[in-house]
């Protein structure tokens, strides 16, 4: 029956309800073209801004883009890009923040990157933030594209078209006092609390890496009709590293579907525990400690590039060696990934190099 139920639950809502999360802004020139994705992040209490700069093949400048800037309103600031670093989840990389202050512009400056020279005709880069709730939401924000000497601003305005969708409001069947989430090694602890249910065949849990395309990872039963406070928990231990979003859809006995608030959960840690690595944003060297209460195979690393290169490669046993200093003075600054592999268990390790 829980196979059954959780084959349906697939059925729904991957193909008959709708995903609350999808409008998009834009705005573009003959060289340059910024979509803006607005989502609202309720663990994080934040609105989460996504926007994604495309170079057009009709563009006649032959140098790629160098930096990209954009505003925010006065007092409302960028709260991922303090640390002089801004991720792309597109490419991979790690830029450099040359303006980290919202006067007048966060600037991302591209060429940092050894072999990456920015944006190029045809090509596209997606940037990601948040702005604190307290702000409100920011409706209209610049975009500054810079090619070699040549610069033009893009002004983005949000219209009501693009906010979130907001969540149906439906008489719910369950009472949801609260759904939260936890990081602990190997694996994303939810848990949930129900003041009464009505018909309730059960709860479906839901995971993105995005906040927008859900897929189906869990199953729990739920209490068919209850008035009496219920505790649920399920731990998802097929999570990605990074910030992971949760979701929950309820599932009537009649095949109804309602959905919680999509909740987010940061998860760093390692899935094999008796691995140390430190420090992971490093200038000449890390250091790769093993646990010798914990571990119970040799250990196999290998350090590659966002290429996939390998670049160091290394056997730890814990009869022979359980500490090692890697030097990495002489790479490149950018991101690269350390692979740790014993047994069947594996895990990459992000290791930031820097000047």
């Known amino acids: ?33 910024a979509n803006i994705n ?91 933030f948040q702005v604190h709730e307290s702000y409100g939401m920011i409706t209209e924000f610049p975009v500054e594209i810079k090619i070699a000497n040549n610069s033009f601003t893009m002004h983005l305005s949000a219209s009501e078209t693009c906010m979130p969708e907001p969540t149906p409001q439906i008489a719910l069947p369950v009472e949801l006092l609260s759904f939260r989430g936890k990081a602990y090694n190997g694996g994303n602890e939810l848990s949930w609390i129900t003041a009464s249910e009505k018909n309730n065949n059960g709860f479906i849990i839901t995971h993105s890496t995005d906040g927008k395309s859900f897929n189906n990872v869990g199953w729990i039963d739920g209490a068919g009709s209850s008035s009496t406070t219920r505790n649920y928990t399920f731990t998802d231990r097929n999570f990605s590293e990074g910030i992971n979003y949760y979701r929950l859809a309820q599932l009537d006995y009649d095949s109804t579907i309602t959905y919680s608030q999509i909740i987010s959960i940061e998860n760093k840690t390692a899935i094999l525990d008796d691995v140390q690595v430190f420090p992971t944003s490093v200038m000449d060297a890390f250091t790769v400690k093993i646990n010798m209460d914990k571990a119970t195979a040799p250990h196999f690393f290998k350090l590659v590039n966002l290429n996939g290169e390998v670049l160091k490669e290394w056997t730890m046993d814990i009869d022979t060696e359980t500490r090692k200093m890697v030097e990495v003075s002489t790479l490149s600054s950018g991101t690269y990934f350390l692979n740790v592999r014993s047994g069947n268990d594996s895990q990459n390790i992000p290791i930031v190099k820097v000047r």
């Open 38 to 128: 607005i989502s609202y992040i309720e663990n994080a209490q934040a609105y989460e801004y996504t926007f994604t700069v495309t170079i057009p093949e009709a563009c006649n400048m032959q140098q790629a883009v160098s930096h990209v800037s954009f505003g925010l309103p006065q007092d409302a600031f960028a709260s991922n890009i303090g640390d002089n670093v801004f991720f792309s989840p597109t490419t991979g990389i790690e830029y450099e923040v040359e303006n980290t202050t919202n006067n007048p512009f966060y600037c991302i400056k591209f060429n940092v990157a050894e072999g990456y020279e920015g944006i190029k005709k045809g090509d596209s880069d997606t940037f990601t």
């Open 1 to 33: 029956m829980k196979i059954l139920n959780f084959i349906l639950a697939t059925i729904l809502t991957t193909i008959i309800f709708p995903k609350l999360y999808a409008q998009d802004c834009s705005s573009a020139t003959t060289c340059g073209q």
